[in-house]
């Protein structure tokens, strides 16, 4: 699997121009109308930044990419991590600092026009729909949000602010590649679709790496630099664990998604661009390890949608997702042998099958023997973005400017992924998902216990009835 570091390399320097083609179909993901810049003193305003969480493995990479720009000003920091924050602010002295996200709002809103959250998955909801809630532009960082419940509140919330510019960090879709992939599937180029395949190595079976399902660690003292409480935020009171902050979080039940809900955006992100889908309506997760306190691993899930229209060969499309590199046969897929990528996104279509890679490598086959895809007639213009860069852009206004995964098609990818990630507390049970209730019509247990989160007093979700 690439590490975080040199995919975020790679999609740097790939960054270009915009598209010259919209890869989504018109109105599948409305985005809103753009303000005009506003002006000061007869000068055009640089756009000023607060962003939430500033340490970590990706909230470096989100601010370098956006002080880039040469209309970004980053205005606030904000860390529950004193170390973190003195040290990046010595970077911004001029940026105010605060340790609780609801003290920025409180007395700096003024200062601030965008916010950059980079928090772990269990204060996502929350800090971004707090953000909308006070008007400010919001880039999130994927899966956008931690629980299913939190996927229909953050759509509620984007659509209640319709002026506003969202963006989840869906930084491999900037580089040509994967939206070469999307263009040739909602072209169907290949024919009608009739199942996908999307599959992510690891996580490890223990040890201390990005992922950790090595047994859960006794409470500790949490360490003096860090407030445990805000760090907890909307999570229900519960003591500190060994490695819990800066890693395991995000194999916890209570404040990550796992792997895979950790890498669903940047997975099924092709398979939603191209095909639009709605809502799953059953999913089943198979898995030989369940956990009490940890995501599981090894798991294959499968994802049922309904679907119509001629891009697909039946009524029902299905998406399998697993994780530790469970990848489909070649044979049954009529391909020849040979060894598939650590980590894939395959859609089978009635005339050929497309593997495109996190980085945006694509492979194509029609009639089981191999084709170059660039050559296969009728795509149309691509030419990679800086996905960073796009999202300032569409806020100050420039025309051109495209934001490829706004909160609207990021909800849709989280929701997937989310199924898919909870589903194995129930392992081998199908669930069938009502995304207008918010439940498992035929399991009521799992909608009492994988659907929403208690949020603790002073941290619940902004209402915007």
Aim: aromatic fraction near 8%; hydrophobic fraction near 40%; include cysteine.
């Amino acid at each position: 699997m690439i590490d975080r570091r040199t995919m975020m390399t790679n999609t740097a320097l790939a960054a270009g121009g915009l598209a010259a083609s919209s890869l989504i179909a018109q109105g599948a993901f409305a985005l809103p109308s753009v303000a005009p810049r506003r002006v000061f003193g007869g000068k055009l305003s640089k756009l000023n930044v607060l962003q939430i969480g500033v340490g970590g493995s990706i909230a470096p990479a989100d601010r370098h990419e956006l002080t880039q720009h040469p209309d970004v000003n980053f205005a606030g920091l904000c860390d529950v991590d004193s170390d973190a924050l003195q040290e990046v602010s010595a970077q911004h002295p001029a940026a105010f600092t605060c340790s609780d996200f609801r003290e920025a709002f409180d007395k700096h809103a003024g200062k601030f026009d965008a916010v950059v959250v980079c928090t772990p998955d269990h204060n996502h909801a929350l800090i971004m729909m707090t953000a909308l809630k006070a008007g400010k532009h919001v880039y999130g960082q994927k899966p956008l949000v931690q629980q299913l419940s939190e996927v229909a509140a953050i759509e509620g919330a984007a659509k209640a602010c319709p002026s506003l510019i969202t963006q989840v960090g869906n930084q491999r879709m900037g580089p040509a590649g994967r939206q070469h992939a999307v263009d040739i599937l909602r072209r169907g180029l290949l024919g009608k679709a009739i199942e996908a395949h999307v599959w992510i190595g690891g996580p490890p079976d223990q040890g201390d790496g990005y992922f950790y399902y090595g047994g859960l660690k006794e409470p500790i003292t949490p360490p003096a630099n860090i407030n445990w409480p805000l760090w907890l935020g909307a999570a229900v009171d519960a003591p500190c664990r060994e490695g819990l902050i800066s890693l395991r979080w995000r194999s916890s039940w209570d404040y990550g998604t796992g792997q895979l809900g950790d890498w669903c955006t940047h997975l099924l992100d092709v398979i939603h661009f191209a095909y639009d889908l709605p809502s799953p309506i059953a999913v089943m997760a198979e898995t030989r390890t369940p956990s009490d306190f940890y995501h599981a691993q090894h798991v294959h899930s499968t994802l049922t949608y309904p679907v119509s229209g001629d891009r697909f060969a039946g009524p029902r499309f299905v998406v399998n997702y697993c994780d530790k590199s469970q990848a489909p046969s070649r044979a049954a897929l009529g391909l020849p042998a040979g060894d598939w990528p650590n980590t894939g996104t395959m859609v089978v279509c009635e005339g050929g099958v497309l593997l495109v890679e996190p980085e945006g490598k694509i492979q194509v086959w029609q009639d089981g023997k191999p084709v170059e895809w660039s050559k296969i007639p009728g795509q149309g213009e691509i030419t990679a973005r800086n996905h960073w860069h796009s999202w300032v852009d569409r806020i100050i206004g420039k025309p051109d400017a495209f934001v490829q995964t706004p909160f609207a098609a990021g909800a849709r990818m989280a929701e997937a992924g989310l199924l898919c990630a909870k589903a194995a507390r129930y392992p081998n049970k199908e669930l069938r998902w009502d995304k207008a209730t918010l439940s498992f019509t035929n399991n009521p247990e799992a909608t009492a216990s994988i659907v929403r989160r208690e949020y603790r007093t002073g941290f619940e979700l902004p209402s915007f009835a």
